[in-house]
């Protein structure tokens, strides 16, 4: 689908406001859309191990069902609507690019993953993880969140509406940048949870490498279905290397084994 026209007043300072703005109303979003499952299983916060998977798939579920819902806010309030949502079925050509996405996405992220314990800098864990523990069930369940729930409606957000908003004042590289430095900036909230400001800082800037390999997949194909597809696979794998190594007991392995599954198993959604 065409970018639409560019506006007069869509300067590069309106639209960078505008973009993180609506990264802000996502986020708000959010906190509105989890407490159903806050108000039925208030240990779902305070001790998420202590509660029921249910409860625990229910508030991640939620979670990012408020990043889709101010998307579509934003959509009927411009006047947008659904057409705007470049979503079809890949070509040969997209499924290329989803493949080259998965496999970009982790050679990037164990190079990265590798420069990281090289140089012995300490990594903030993601507040997901307060929420699997060594629950081999729910990282099962978490692999279905990524497909239907969490890759759909981060993409939609940040690429769709995001990145695509910021093609009305930038070139589509920059808009790729800018959109993924924002995406990070968010996870700074996932990570914050760490005493040590490098801690929290190394994993957000591995997040910020991985979108924009999916922002790049976005503005090369103008179709929301091919960075879904590459985040959601990537982001299912790496849960499903989790699972193996909780099933066979991996990290109890010899070092080299357990360093490898480190690696391809922490999950930065």
Request: overall charge negative; proline content about 4%; aromatic content about 10%.
């Amino acid at each position: 689908m065409e970018t639409p026209a560019r506006h007069r007043d869509d300067g590069p300072i309106r639209s960078t406001l505008v973009a993180i703005g609506l990264a802000a109303f996502g986020i708000l979003a959010s906190q509105f859309t989890v407490l159903p499952a806050v108000l039925l299983d208030p240990a779902v916060v305070t001790s998420p191990m202590e509660a029921s998977i249910t409860s625990r798939a229910l508030l991640l579920t939620l979670n990012f069902v408020g990043f889709a819902l101010a998307g579509g806010i934003y959509l009927a309030a411009t006047d947008r609507g659904w057409s705007y949502v470049d979503l079809r079925t890949p070509t040969k050509r997209g499924w290329g690019y989803i493949l080259a996405g998965v496999v970009g996405s982790f050679v990037f992220y164990v190079l990265v993953s590798l420069l990281v314990q090289l140089l012995s800098l300490p990594t903030a864990d993601n507040s997901v993880s307060g929420f699997i523990g060594d629950d081999q069930t729910m990282v099962l369940v978490m692999i279905a969140i990524v497909f239907l729930f969490n890759a759909p409606a981060e993409e939609f957000l940040f690429r769709n509406i995001v990145q695509k908003r910021l093609y009305d004042a930038f070139s589509r590289l920059q808009a790729v940048v800018i959109a993924s430095a924002i995406f990070a900036l968010i996870h700074i909230l996932s990570y914050a949870v760490s005493q040590s400001l490098l801690a929290t800082v190394v994993p957000v800037v591995i997040v910020f490498g991985g979108s924009i390999i999916f922002g790049l997949l976005y503005a090369k194909t103008d179709n929301l279905f091919v960075p879904i597809a590459a985040h959601a696979a990537f982001n299912a794998i790496q849960f499903g290397i989790l699972y193996i190594a909780l099933e066979y007991e991996i990290e109890t392995a010899e070092p080299s084994t357990s360093l490898l599954v480190d690696l391809l198993a922490a999950v930065p959604l």
